[in-house]
C-alpha cells in the first residue's frame, strides 16, 4: 500500500532547528514533485517547500533562507530542514506526493495525491 510517514517534530525555542522525514512506500514517491505543506490551527493548508525529479526547488517567501527541502539519490526519502524557527512556523506538517507535473512545484494541492498524517512543530518564542 503506497504510504508517506513523517517523522522530526518537536517542540523547540525560537531560533532553533528541526529536521523533518518523510518516508515512502508502495510506489507513494512521485516521480514530479514532493513536497511539505503546513496548517495551523484556525488557517488553511500552505505550501512550504516543494522539489521536483530533476531537483528544481521551490519555497514560500516565508522560509526562504530558513528551511532547505531534498531528498535521497533513491529518492524515497524526504527532507525537510529548519533552521531559524519562529513562533509562526508553528504547525502540523504534511509531507505529499504529486500525481501529476503541472502545477505541482507552485504547490497546487489538486495534483498532490499522496498525504502523510502529519507531524507537529511547535516554537516557543
Known amino acids: 500500500q503506497a504510504q508517506l510517514v513523517e517523522s522530526g517534530g518537536g517542540s523547540v525555542q525560537s531560533g532553533g532547528s528541526l529536521r523533518l522525514s518523510c518516508a515512502a512506500s508502495?510506489?507513494?514517491?512521485?516521480?514530479?514533485?514532493m513536497a511539505w505543506f503546513r496548517q495551523a490551527p484556525g488557517k488553511e493548508r500552505e505550501g512550504v517547500a516543494s522539489i521536483y525529479s530533476n531537483g528544481a526547488t521551490n519555497y514560500a517567501d516565508s522560509v526562504k533562507g530558513r528551511f532547505t527541502i531534498s531528498q535521497t539519490n533513491a529518492k524515497n526519502t524526504l527532507y525537510l530542514q529548519m533552521n531559524s524557527l519562529k513562533a509562526e512556523d508553528t504547525a502540523m506538517y504534511y509531507c505529499?506526493?504529486?500525481?501529476?507535473?503541472?502545477?505541482?512545484?507552485?504547490?497546487?494541492?489538486?495534483?498532490?495525491?499522496?498525504w502523510g498524517q502529519g507531524t507537529q512543530v511547535t516554537v516557543s518564542s
Open positions: 505529499a506526493a504529486a500525481s501529476a507535473p503541472a502545477g505541482c512545484l507552485n504547490f497546487v494541492t489538486g495534483v498532490y495525491r499522496y
Open positions: 508502495g510506489n507513494a514517491y512521485s516521480r514530479y514533485c
